[in-house]
DNA sequence: AATTGGCAGTCGACAGCCGCGAGTGCCAAG
DNA sequence: CTTGGCACTCGCGGCTGTCGACTGCCAATT
């Protein structure tokens, strides 16, 4: 089990670490941060984190480098938020100042985020469809498979397969039809998408998995259904940190350029109990981005619309000042558009 | 004086270096190319051409490389533009296929651009000057805010958010919205902006304030946003071609990141006889590019407006393919928007 | 049981060295 | 004007040896 000072070794290693890029030894530790033990007590403690694969070695006899786990438990620890400096205040109320048009507050945001961060920003833009749902219909093609169909008030129909355990027999399944479009028929997508999210809730557990699973796949369709765009900026600074990834950049610049990867990657992100998603590292290795870590959040425009705005950057970066400089973005475009 | 042999052999200079990446030595090119002398005679040509500056030698004693000025002179006699392959052709067909919404036709377009030149691509904005406003839509955000929406029959669509009195009801704004739209429908941008200005005379004095805000955020829209606003795609094609570049190739990217830096750019480049532009190394420098090539064409939407489309690269780019890619994908995109 | 100092061993980074090969400039001859 | 020959230059890649940072282990200490 890693001891207290373990933790707090782990959280100077990739304070050390993401400050100067190369890997930290026990000596520089003792060094550098007044530990008052001995850099060979420091070494015990690392041996425990590498057991928990928390740190690793490059090389033999080299010194360590946080993994993805660690960083996730580093960024699970971090309760202290670093408060933005006042520069940064100053920034943030000085670029979002005057309002202008949508596409330029956005334009301006995003620019701003990747300033305040020095990483790529995205501002995924509100949606500002207002179709409504008309129908959802729940069609068995097999025993394990179900199609979910969503059609909607201006004539939009989509279509999505999913598995499901073989005990959803057809008669739940058509209860759970009738409930689906008593609960959100007419509703716009965004409030839909609530109630989907808390529908599991209102089964018995033990049918609230794979009723979880046709939420799920609902939500997505009606999120897919809103005419999604972003906008992206800072990817320059992709370059400034290149030597954080292993091969070329190309492909990771490539995977930020398809949007479409961007939208579904933030939209699958699972946001923590504050609202806030992290996901590191290997966690985002299926768009390609397996290097790279995101931090998102979401924000509110006028009338309960939800959207997202986050950076994503080399695993390798300042969780505490990113984090903060994301939510107090959201929390400034927030207010500027959904004033009510 | 340059013989015509000479010229001969800065061709295949620029090729095989545009091909290998390499310095070209005397012995490469008779190998390579059917010139019917012996190296040593190449070698004589070649000291004429670095006395033109049109070559130079990187270290001594090495193969030689085009300088700007080469390029410069091979671009002008470049008379024979290799026609698009086959494969090209269907690929700008079916890309540009169907689609109505303009920005999807705008992305579509500079994407692939930049999937045939493997450079940076960028479209610029139709101008808003010659189009005609279609709809006028006032939507109610928040109390004492409300989002103006212009969408001219071009299919380019502009937002504005503007703060407006309390006494601002959602009746008068409805009648205002509806009185827009029959006063504006179908003018030209000028005209609109005109009557625009007289609005407020046509109502009574209390109402004026409030409608006079509302007719100069529409008047902003309406002129001020004329070329402000471009596509691009491919940025990740510039991490592929580093090593064209000397130093890092994050101040090139900051600087294509710029968008207004690039509309000047654009704007001042002087097209050549046949409508094309070609900006080659230095002739950029002063905007951060000086290591970059920029190629430029017009296109036409309906209504006779112009604007323009092309790509920018590295100064070691393939000018015969790219530029007969970007006259083809003008020409198209021409065709595309005008036949509506 | 936790901590400490010491010690041997490992390995990457770096600088220096060297030989290879491509390419040039020049020259005298065709 | 062209050609073959020749001496010379220089970048590049591979090799070597030194240096220094760091680890893991162990026996001694608190």
Redesign the interface.
Known sequence: MVSERGLDVLRVIVQDYVASREPVGSKSIVDRHAFGVSAATIRNDMALLEEEELIAAPHTSSGRIPTDKGYRVFVNQLADLRPLSPAQRTAIETFLGS?????Q?LVRTVRLLSQLTHQVALVQYPSLSRSRIRHVELVRLASTRVMTVLITDTGRVEQRLIEVSPEMDDLFLGQLGTKLNATLGGLGLAEAAERLAQLPDQFPTNRAGPVARIASALIEQVLANRHD?MVM????NL??TEEDFSG???PV??AI?EQVTLLRLFSEMEPEQNGFSVSIGKENASFGLGETSVLATGYA???GEVSRLGVIGPTRMDYSNNIAAVRAVARYLSRL????
């Open positions: 309002s202008a048009d949508l596409d507050v765009k900026a800072g990817t320059a370059v400034r070329s950049i190309y610049l490539e350029e425009s006028s009338g558009l959904g004033e009510d």
